[in-house]
């Protein structure tokens, strides 16, 4: 596992995150053997949000991790999301961490991201909490999720400290990111500016992209991979996989982390055997050729 830089922060990470979204339905030793593989692949960055399993996801996190192991770990959470609305509400904020940390059993949070933006948002409200929380100790790092530039500037124009990631879902099958670039000035649909150009925003600002649902096609949907749906796409896996003697999983992340953004994709498995072929990923270096063969095979046509 390699590490890179995390935003602005002055910290490196591991290129590849561990998603804990799924594993509110775990027990504790199940937890603890899913954790012990992530760190056996050198993974110690650890993403939650407090709606995951209604806050159980961080719970048995929380019991399943010693005190020994929480200096040598990551955690990152979000908050934001609530029954019917979103909320970046300086009160939502700081309760929200609250009970991220009583859950989690730990003093501190490593990374915040508020997880789907605010059409309420107040940034000056939001550089309140976030200065709040950093100066008692409890979140040392922040950033944002589903953001475009216009948000992210917005609210980095009342924060005193940098905005390190940003989490946007992307992968194979979830490119619009990268189709409205290779389309720039054309009549299709995938010329069409989605996002605000928030691939090229994030680079040029040094703000981390961590690709969620990596593995996924439309919004939960489903998996791309062995799919019926997508045999082009398969095929194309199979066969360059099985050149450098790897699974379809790891080829998919390693897809993504052949882009220069240097992006930290989550992973959203907890299958042991699944999770060690996404982490396996940062030993893969594929070609440009082949990187545009599977763009292609997954649907997209080259201007």
């Known amino acids: 596992m390699y590490h890179i830089d995390f935003g602005k922060s002055g910290i490196k990470v591991p290129t590849i995150a561990v998603g804990c979204m799924r594993i509110s339905d775990m027990n504790e030793k199940e937890v603890s053997a899913f954790v012990d593989t992530a760190l056996s692949h050198g993974a110690n960055f650890f993403d939650h949000a407090d709606i995951y399993g209604g806050g159980k996801s961080e719970e048995v996190f929380g019991k399943a991790i010693t ?66 929380l950093k100066a008692s100790g409890k979140v040392r790092h922040f950033g944002v999720s589903n953001q475009n530039p216009y948000q992210m500037q917005l609210l980095q124009n009342s924060l005193d400290m940098p905005l390190c990631a940003n989490q946007l879902q992307f992968g194979i099958m979830h490119t619009p990111m990268i189709q409205s670039g290779v389309n720039v000035n054309m009549y299709n649909a995938s010329g069409v500016n989605r996002d605000g150009g928030v691939l090229d925003f994030c680079r040029l600002n040094k703000i981390t992209i961590q690709p969620w649902s990596p593995m996924q096609y439309g919004f939960f949907d489903g998996c791309f991979i062995d799919n019926d749906k997508f045999p082009e796409l398969n095929e194309t896996l199979e066969s360059i996989g099985n050149e450098y003697g790897i699974s379809k999983t790891t080829l998919s992340f390693a897809w993504i982390l052949r882009h220069p953004a240097k992006m930290q994709p989550v992973t959203g498995t907890t299958n042991l055997s699944r999770l060690a072929d996404c982490l396996k990923a940062t030993d893969i270096s594929i070609t440009r050729e082949e990187w545009y063969e599977i763009y292609r095979s997954a649907g997209n046509i080259l201007p």
Do not use: W
Request: aromatic share 8%; with cysteine.
């Open 67 to 132: 005190p020994s192991m929480r200096e040598n770990i990551l955690i990152q959470t979000k908050c934001g999301i609530r029954k019917g609305q979103f909320d970046f509400s300086y009160e939502h904020i700081i309760n929200s961490v609250e009970g991220s940390l009583r859950r989690l059993g730990t003093d501190y949070i490593d990374v915040l991201l508020l997880h789907r933006p605010d059409a309420l948002m107040e940034p000056e409200e939001v550089a309140r909490a976030f200065d709040c």
